[in-house]
């Protein structure tokens, strides 16, 4: 993190993984990346080839113990078969059960939708950006958890995911 930046987030680290095979996932990334740095986060981003493995490296990132935060980020389109359904399901609980394990906040900006117009507009068309979302939820998480560590008794353990 650089000395000078300063903001709400300053000194957490956020890893950004995303899914390298379509553009909605990389516009998910920008937009939860320009959130970030601008509350003053230090960001890495993590490229999956597809969206199946974006949870598998972000488990890996999680255990790292290189970052804070994990943002997730991928576009799955409904096909002709049901195959999107299960691969949908599996990314969510997979990300779910990190964010469970390891108490690393996980953001989800995996997009489940029926058409490629749908991804297009929930990844900073005309309704919204969802990858923005999921790092705002990132950081409400991170500051619930602090609250909760607050609390006389109850030890949540460190808010950072550890050395970096």
Not at 41 to 53: C, G, M, Q, T
Not at 131 to 148: M, T
Not at 151 to 163: E, K, M, Y
């Amino acid at each position: 993190m650089a000395p000078d930046r300063a903001g709400p987030l300053a000194g957490v680290h956020v890893g950004i993984v995303l899914s390298e095979r379509d553009a909605p996932s990389a516009r998910l990334a920008d937009a939860a990346e320009s959130w970030l740095r601008g509350e003053g986060a230090d960001v890495s981003r993590h490229p999956a080839p597809a969206a199946f493995e974006v949870a598998q490296l972000a488990g890996w990132l999680a255990d790292s113990g290189r970052v804070d935060g994990i943002v997730a980020c991928a576009s799955i389109v409904r096909g002709e078969t049901s195959h999107d359904r299960h691969l949908a399901e599996a990314v969510t609980t997979g990300l779910l059960e990190i964010g469970i394990r390891t108490r690393i906040p996980v953001g989800n900006a995996v997009l489940t939708v029926d058409t490629s117009e749908q991804a297009d507009a929930r990844s900073g068309g005309a309704k919204g950006n969802r990858g923005e979302d999921a790092a705002r939820a990132v950081a409400g998480l991170l500051r619930a958890r602090k609250r909760l560590g607050e609390r006389p008794g109850l030890d949540l353990g460190p808010v950072s995911g550890g050395a970096r």
